[in-house]
């Protein structure tokens, strides 16, 4: 049973720093592309960064609510991609989720207040 695992998420006061793991088992995970995205209940899901497992390529979402302050890195042994999220702010406030391929974590929560 292939998973998808992220962990990291909680509550923190605005200015504060997360970092979020996300770790699977699809053996496939190399040569693929893992990404973070958030939602907001009633809202889209927003993709936030996506990290090539093996090269190591990133992207980052062209909003400016997250440039600057969200960086995603990969530990490839371990097959887990992070998020650190720094100078949190009450509107970062949401379910984080991981994705590869079509497969997607269960999500975790972050709480800015």
């Known amino acids: 049973h292939v998973q998808l695992v992220e962990s990291g998420g909680g509550s923190v006061h605005p200015g504060g720093s997360l970092k979020l793991s996300c770790t699977t088992s699809l053996v496939t995970y190399r040569d693929n592309c893992m990404g973070w995205f958030r939602q907001v209940p009633g809202q889209a899901r927003e993709g936030l960064a996506a990290?090539?497992?093996?090269?190591?390529?990133?992207?980052?979402a062209e909003a400016d609510s997250v440039k600057g302050r969200f960086t995603i890195s990969r530990d490839y042994t371990k097959r887990t991609v992070y998020l650190r999220m720094n100078s949190l702010q009450p509107e970062d406030t949401a379910m984080y989720y991981c994705?590869?391929?079509?497969?997607w974590g269960q999500g975790t929560q972050v709480t800015v207040s």
């Open positions: 990290i090539y497992t093996d090269s190591g390529k990133t992207f980052y």
């Open positions: 994705k590869i391929a079509s497969l």
